[in-house]
């Protein structure tokens, strides 16, 4: 297997599992990462999970242009054979936390942009060289990147297919923090970890919510994030957490029980 996975406590552990050849994702590596992402959808004791690379060089290069970008070229199948490992129309509302090593490319960069916190090494570098190459960056990056930094910004990134230090990544509005390298995965473990402490209704109320009401007119949005706010209002989760603050206890939350 290509894709590691693993548990360390309530939370998965996701890694690109190919250094090698900077984990460049193959064929098989694209189905396995879908099927990594679903099995921690349909595990009800996994809280998070996060995503990483190993080695220290790189997080994720993209495809591997020996094999998965000519199976594109070629015609054998469009990019939405590869839905599953960009979390397109995703049903994962379990919050996924990349952690991020060395270079962050092309289908890695996009993989990234599907989750939901991000830190980085100081030493690690973001980009999307599509354009080099003659493709695009079409793994999600298409339809997210506007969504999720400035338009400006964005199309810098898209049309000048340069790389920027960590450093610039924050700066944009990609990244939630920056470290030294040896502190990317403890940070990233102690965030899954803050996570699996909460609700897990509410979590999840929040992920979905925030992901389907983003493209929706204000006043249609409004009335369904009412209906979701309603779900996790009247949830057993709500009130055991409101007899928790009551009796100044911490919660144990329902659909949190049988975490480890």
């Not at 960590?166 to 939630?176: D, F, I, P, Q």
């Not at 609700?199 to 983003?214: M, P, Y």
């Not at 007119?217 to 996790?232: I, K, M, S, V």
Request: some cysteine; proline content about 6%; hydrophobic content about 45%.
């Amino acid at each position: 297997m290509t894709i590691g996975f693993e548990r360390d406590g309530s939370t998965a552990v996701i890694s690109f599992a190919r250094p090698a050849k900077l984990n460049a994702l193959t064929l098989a590596m694209y189905d396995e990462l879908a099927d990594a992402f679903a099995r921690v959808r349909d595990d009800d004791t996994i809280a998070a999970a996060v995503l990483t690379g190993e080695g220290d060089r790189a997080f994720c290069v993209g495809a591997d242009l020996g094999e998965s970008i000519p199976a594109l070229a070629e015609g054998r199948f469009d990019i939405s054979r590869w839905d599953g490992a960009h979390q397109k129309h995703t049903s994962l509302f379990k919050p996924v936390i990349a952690a991020v090593n060395g270079l962050c490319l092309g289908g890695g960069f996009e993989i990234m942009l599907s989750t939901d916190l991000r830190v980085a090494s100081e030493d690690a570098e973001f980009g999307l060289p599509e354009p080099g190459v003659g493709v695009v960056p079409a793994g999600g990056t298409l339809a997210r990147l506007t969504r999720q930094i400035p338009y400006a910004w964005a199309m810098q990134l898209l049309l000048l297919g340069e790389r920027v230090p960590a450093a610039e990544a924050l700066r944009l509005g990609l990244l939630n923090a920056v470290v030294p390298a040896p502190e990317v995965m403890p940070t990233a473990l102690a965030w899954a970890r803050r996570i699996g402490a909460l609700s897990g209704t509410a979590i999840a109320t929040i992920k979905q919510a925030v992901l389907r009401l983003g493209d929706l007119p204000l006043d249609q949005a409004f009335h369904a994030e009412a209906l979701y706010g309603q779900r996790a209002f009247t949830s057993p989760d709500a009130r055991e957490g409101l007899a928790a603050f009551a009796a100044r206890r911490p919660p144990e939350f329902p659909s949190r029980k049988g975490h480890g």
